[in-house]
C-alpha cells in the first residue's frame, strides 16, 4: 500500500518525529510509506522516504499566514500560536499524494497543507487519516487552547483572544466553517494521541458527534536500556525534562515547590536524592530556590538524555496538561519511575501504584507524596515496579510495529 504522511518538519519537534518513526514502521510492515515534509532535516536528502516540497513553494504561504494574523491585531509572540488554513502549497497536487492509497495528514500547519487542498484530497474518496497533534481540528485558529473554552461554545471561537480587535471575525467564522465541512467527511478519520485530547476534542462545536480513534505516538523503546540506579555518589537521582523548562505549560515552578516540601517532609529519603534537569531554561531562579542538591544540563543530545535517564531512579512531570507525556514514556523506558499529575494525557500512561504514582491534585504536598512513594519503591526489594518492568511495559504498549499495526486497521485492506 502506498501511504502519504504529511508533515511540515521532517525531525523538528516532537509531531514530526513521531511521524518519522511512523513511517519508518509502516515501511517495515512492508508498505510504500513516505513523508512529505516543507523544512527537511539533516538526513532527508540521502533518505529515499522523505519527498521535500521546494522551499520557493513553501515559504510564500507560510509568510503570508504569519502577515495576515499579524494585520489581524495578533501580537508577535502569538504568531505561531495559530493557523489559519488559508495558505498552503497545493499538496492535492503533489504526485505521491495522487499515487497513494491512503494520505495520513499530520502536524502540516504554517502554510503547508491548506484546508481547500486537504479537502480536495478527501473529495478523492481515498481514506484519510488526521493525526490531532494538538487540537487544532477542534478550535477555529489556535493549536492549543488551554483553559479557554470558546470551541466549545456555538459561536465558536468568537471574540478570541489572540486579536486585539474585532478584524479577524470573518476569518473566524470562514475557517470555522470549514472545518466542520471538511472534517465532517465519511473518509476522514480523526486520530488522537490520548484519552485526555479525545475528550477534549468531543467538546468541540466543529467536531459534532465526529467519531475520533485514540492511538498514542509511536516509541523508540529499543533505544533505552536501564542502566545503575545510583549516582557516582551513592544517591537517587529524579530527572525532570523539557524542550524548555520555563514553558508555562511544564510549570517548573510546581515542581520546584513539590520538591521543596518533599525535602521537608520526608528528609530521610531525601538526604540522599540528587535532582537533574535537562532542557533550556533562559532565567535559573527557580531552580535556586531548590533545596536539594541539582544540576541543570541544559539542552542534551538524544545520546545523552538516554544516558541521563538510564542512572534515573524517578523521571517527573509537573505539567498542568500534557498532550501525551513523551518524557514520561522517556523515563519509563529507560527504567526510571514516572510521577506526575494526572488530570491529562499522563494517565494514558501511568496507572497510578502499577507502573508509577500520579499525585490526585495539583498541590506541592500531592505531588511531593507521589515523589515519596515512588523512592520508597524504588528501595523496596520486593516490589514489581522494577526497571525492567517499566522497559517492557513502554515496549508492550508504545513500540512502534505496535502503533504501525492500529493505524493500519483504521485503512481497507
Known amino acids: 500500500m502506498k501511504i502519504a504522511l504529511l508533515s511540515t518538519n521532517h525531525d523538528l519537534g516532537g509531531a514530526a518525529i513521531v511521524t518519522r518513526r511512523l513511517t519508518d514502521a509502516l515501511r517495515q510492515e512492508g508498505h510504500d510509506a513516505r513523508m512529505i515534509v516543507a523544512r527537511p532535516g539533516d538526513s532527508s536528502p540521502d533518505d529515499p522516504s522523505v519527498m521535500t516540497v521546494e522551499r520557493?513553494?513553501?515559504?510564500?504561504p507560510f509568510?503570508?499566514?504569519?502577515?495576515?494574523?499579524w494585520f489581524k491585531g495578533v501580537r508577535r509572540k502569538d504568531l505561531f500560536k495559530l493557523s489559519t488554513g488559508r495558505y498552503g502549497v497545493g499538496l492535492d497536487r503533489h504526485p505521491f499524494v495522487r499515487e497513494a492509497d491512503a494520505v495520513m495528514a499530520n502536524w502540516a500547519s504554517q502554510g503547508f497543507l491548506a484546508l481547500s487542498a486537504l479537502e480536495k484530497i478527501t473529495a478523492t474518496g481515498k481514506p484519510v487519516i488526521y493525526t490531532m497533534h494538538d487540537l487544532w481540528p477542534a478550535t477555529s485558529l489556535c493549536h492549543l487552547p488551554g483553559e479557554c473554552d470558546r470551541f466549545t461554545k456555538a459561536d465558536t471561537c468568537a471574540e478570541c483572544p489572540y486579536f486585539r480587535n474585532n478584524r479577524a471575525s470573518v476569518l473566524l467564522q470562514?475557517?470555522?466553517?470549514?472545518?466542520?465541512r471538511i472534517f465532517a467527511a465519511g473518509n476522514l478519520r480523526l486520530v488522537a494521541v490520548s484519552n485526555w485530547q479525545r475528550d477534549q476534542a468531543i467538546r468541540s462545536a466543529i467536531l459534532p458527534g465526529k467519531e475520533i480513534t485514540v492511538i498514542p505516538h509511536p516509541f523508540p523503546v529499543d533505544l533505552y536500556t536501564p542502566g545503575e540506579k545510583t549516582t557516582p555518589g551513592g544517591k537517587r537521582l529524579i530527572v525532570m525534562a523539557a524542550a524548555r523548562l520555563d514553558d508555562p505549560v511544564k510549570d517548573l515552578p510546581a515542581a520546584v515547590d513539590a520538591l521543596n516540601t518533599f525535602a521537608w517532609e520526608y528528609p530521610a529519603l531525601a538526604a540522599d536524592v540528587e535532582v537533574a534537569f535537562a532542557g533550556a531554561l533562559h532565567d535559573d531562579s527557580e531552580l535556586k530556590r531548590l533545596r536539594l542538591p541539582y544540576t541543570h544540563h541544559g539542552l542534551l543530545s538524544p545520546d545523552r538524555l538516554r544516558a541521563l535517564y538510564a542512572?534515573?531512579?524517578?523521571?517527573?512531570?509537573?505539567?498542568?496538561?500534557?498532550?501525551?507525556g513523551a518524557t514520561l514514556m522517556e523515563g519509563m523506558a529507560a527504567?526510571?519511575?514516572?510521577?506526575?499529575?494526572?488530570?491529562?494525557?499522563?494517565?494514558?500512561?501511568?496507572?497510578?501504584?502499577?507502573?508509577?504514582?500520579?499525585?490526585?491534585?495539583?498541590?506541592?504536598?500531592?505531588?511531593?507524596?507521589?515523589?515519596?512513594?515512588?523512592?520508597?519503591?524504588?528501595?523496596?526489594?520486593?516490589?514489581?515496579?522494577?526497571?525492567?518492568?517499566?522497559?517492557?511495559?513502554?515496549?508492550?504498549?508504545?513500540s512502534p510495529s505496535t502503533i504501525a499495526s492500529r493505524y493500519l486497521t483504521l485503512l481497507p485492506r
Not at 470562514?174 to 466542520?180: C, S
Open 174 to 180: 470562514e475557517t470555522t466553517a470549514a472545518k466542520r
Open 63 to 69: 509568510l503570508a499566514e504569519r502577515i495576515e494574523l
Open 311 to 324: 542512572r534515573a531512579t524517578v523521571v517527573l512531570s509537573s505539567s498542568k496538561y500534557e498532550t501525551m
Open 56 to 60: 520557493r513553494k513553501w515559504l510564500p
Open 335 to 398: 527504567g526510571a519511575i514516572p510521577v506526575t499529575y494526572g488530570d491529562a494525557g499522563q494517565t494514558d500512561i501511568v496507572t497510578d501504584g502499577v507502573n508509577g504514582f500520579i499525585a490526585p491534585v495539583h498541590t506541592p504536598a500531592s505531588l511531593a507524596f507521589a515523589l515519596s512513594l515512588a523512592l520508597q519503591t524504588a528501595l523496596d526489594p520486593d516490589t514489581e515496579i522494577t526497571p525492567d518492568f517499566l522497559h517492557t511495559e513502554v515496549a508492550r504498549r508504545f
